[in-house]
């Protein structure tokens, strides 16, 4: 494993270019956005024998696929979501021995650590919605947490674990699956923003990109954060916000524990660097801007029921998806919003990074100070009730919505890249995707909110 890649996130977003044009002039399908959402729906797409290019305006994972957790994780999942993600885990482990090392993949498990009765009742809960899944799912009492846990100094009363899960690096495992896709015959164009749609008769009929029109009859937007300003240039509302989310990646240290874990305090995961990546759990920051007053509604219920957890903070960075100064309409001939701003890159919460240093250290003292490499945060595409939309969008026919990952889009991402691209093509769905319908939004049939974590 290349440890200075490794360690240097979000640096290597600013080197060369690695896929560039010329574009084609048409394709079976083009994919809108370089996560791991859309490179996955693209390489699925090619081994359907479908053209596929696809376009991003910045970089092959430059945005929220490399800035998250590098958990792969079936437990904690919204049931709608976990068939999808047990398949996903599938994917992960049939990789090519080659790419599994690349990219850190191991299997290190998942542990959700409790510190009161009510933590552990919900833990409880989702075990026995997902026992019918056949999952290696179990509950830990607090002896049992203190022997996978040794060395920590904390008095948790118990936790859930599932051994099957993994963990893998994402600032390298999204380019190298883009680089596999690319093999399989997908057509990747970075530096190259999606203006807008091509329609007639309200069907798509193209794709325009600041470098010229790809003509298609099927679209994914795989945008992320970008998604709900696309979609509203083309009069399709999506109540779609942006999230702040703060990581640091500490210099190597003891291990105290090889997989993802994480308690209402704090979130750690070893990294094949020999550090951790630390997260904090708990609050979430919201930067106030059109979108959020116009969705406020929406967000209500989720926000009754936590509603010490969230922090609004007054505007959104100028040039960000939400900033009071985006254009929300613009000509299909001239700069968009995706090219004033390449990469969506926050500055990292440092006052976060201070406390969950502070706390990793407290946790497992033997381990000294905790000294960190790097951080960096990630806005999360995210939705009232905190799963994706994942639909064929009905006014424009031929557009598919991939957004709203709400953060776990990372590990599923194999998953529902296998969902989406059988969608374009035309296949049936082997899953259940009625949760993921965009009409829930609209319909009245009332928000059910799935899991935070």
């Not at 057509?187 to 470098?211: N, P």
């Not at 009069?235 to 210099?251: C, K």
């Amino acid at each position: 494993m290349n440890r200075a890649v490794m360690a240097s996130f979000p640096i290597q977003i600013h080197n060369a270019i690695e896929h560039a044009g010329p574009l084609p002039k048409a394709a079976d399908l083009v994919v809108i956005g370089g996560g791991v959402i859309g490179v996955m729906t693209a390489w699925f797409a090619a081994r359907k024998g479908m053209s596929v290019v696809v376009v991003e305006k910045g970089r092959v994972a430059g945005e929220q696929s490399s800035r998250n957790w590098g958990w792969i994780r079936q437990q904690g999942r919204d049931p709608a979501e976990l068939p999808i993600m047990i398949a996903a885990n599938k994917i992960w482990r049939e990789l090519d021995a080659p790419l599994r090392s690349e990219i850190g993949l191991r299997q290190t498990g998942t542990l959700y650590l409790a510190r009161t009765e009510a933590q552990m009742a919900k833990h409880i809960a989702w075990l026995d919605e997902a026992r019918a899944y056949d999952l290696d799912s179990r509950l830990l009492n607090r002896s049992q947490v203190c022997e996978m846990l040794p060395d920590a100094k904390h008095d948790w009363i118990g936790g859930l674990w599932t051994a099957s899960d993994l963990r893998a690096e994402p600032w390298v495992a999204v380019p190298a699956l883009a680089r596999a896709a690319v093999v399989d015959g997908v057509q990747i164009v970075e530096h190259c923003a999606a203006r807008g749609l091509e329609r007639s008769a309200g069907a798509v009929t193209g794709v325009v990109t600041e470098h010229g029109v790809i003509a298609c009859d099927r679209v994914v937007l795989a945008g992320g954060a970008w998604s709900s300003l696309f979609l509203r240039r083309h009069g399709v509302d999506i109540p779609q916000l942006s999230v702040r989310s703060t990581v640091a990646a500490t210099t190597p240290m003891p291990d105290v524990y090889a997989g993802g874990a994480v308690d209402d305090r704090l979130a750690f995961r070893r990294r094949e660097d020999g550090g951790y990546s630390l997260a904090p759990e708990g609050r979430q920051e919201i930067f106030v801007g059109p979108d959020a007053f116009r969705a406020l509604r929406q967000y209500l219920p989720v926000l009754r029921a936590d509603p010490l957890g969230t922090v609004f903070r007054p505007a959104a960075p100028r040039g960000f998806p939400d900033a009071w100064g985006t254009p929300r309409n613009w000509r299909m001939d001239e700069p968009s919003p995706f090219e004033a701003m390449r990469i969506l890159d926050p500055r990292p919460n440092h006052k976060k990074i201070v406390k969950i240093t502070a706390l990793m250290a407290k946790t497992f003292p033997r381990i000294g100070d905790v000294k960190v490499a790097t951080a960096w945060a990630g806005m999360i595409d995210t939705l009232p009730d905190v799963v994706p939309v994942v639909d064929q969008a009905c006014d424009i026919p031929g557009l598919i919505i991939a957004t709203g990952m709400c953060g776990h889009g990372f590990g599923i991402g194999p998953g529902f890249g296998k969902v989406i691209a059988d969608l374009a093509n035309g296949d049936e769905s082997e899953f259940d995707l009625h949760r993921f319908r965009l009409s829930r939004f609209t319909d009245g049939s009332g928000l059910d909110i799935g899991p935070t974590v």
